[in-house]
């Protein structure tokens, strides 16, 4: 082989040489660069999914407030509401004792009543009976019914009685039964 052939195929064969060597870099370039670009966007991924669950978290968490404020304020508008329907019942009931006590039917009732306690309690003919005020005329047909002398109560029974001996105490008032009505009503 002469010389220019030489140097031809030396040329050719450099050429080939840097041509593969450049083939092999591209490749390897391409490969890096497809590794780093799923690497880049594995992290962006990550990051944006934790961004994700962030604003989901903090959302959820003002969505909470939101509710748990609405709920308190329902809540409280509920047991103002429930208070004054229970305080205007109340009121409503103690107006009809006070009616009953104005009755014809009050003085049986009354009386009845008066003896049917001293038989179940055993108060005997000394024991103490209060009565209200208002109720003080019928004390001669109860003295003659039970036997008890009445004396005059506190204003505040509405109606009904009290029974008082050294041993015990029964308070038949319509206030304290109204009282004990009212302590035993459960809202939902």
Do not use: W
Request: glycine share 4%; net charge neutral.
């Amino acid at each position: 082989m002469n010389t220019e052939k030489k140097l031809q195929y030396f040329t050719e064969a450099i050429a080939r040489e840097v041509e593969a060597r450049q083939r092999r870099a591209r490749h390897q370039a391409a490969n890096d660069l497809s590794e780093e670009t799923a690497s880049a966007l594995e992290s962006a991924e990550s990051r944006a999914h934790f961004q994700l669950e962030a604003t989901r978290r903090k959302l959820l968490r003002e969505a909470n407030k939101k509710i748990a404020a609405a709920t308190t304020g329902a809540r409280a508008n509920f047991a103002a509401k429930r208070k004054s329907l229970f305080e205007r019942l109340t009121a409503e009931a103690a107006e009809e004792l006070e009616s009953f006590t104005r009755s014809p039917e009050y003085e049986d009732y009354l009386i009845k009543s008066i003896a049917q306690a001293q038989e179940e309690r055993g108060f005997a003919d000394g024991a103490l009976l209060k009565l209200h005020p208002r109720d003080m005329h019928f004390a001669e047909k109860i003295r003659q019914t039970t036997g008890l002398n009445a004396t005059e109560g506190d204003e505040n029974y509405i109606g009904g009685f009290v029974l008082e001996s050294a041993a015990s105490r029964a308070d038949y008032t319509f206030k304290t039964r109204l009282l004990d009505l009212t302590s035993t009503v459960i809202f939902f």
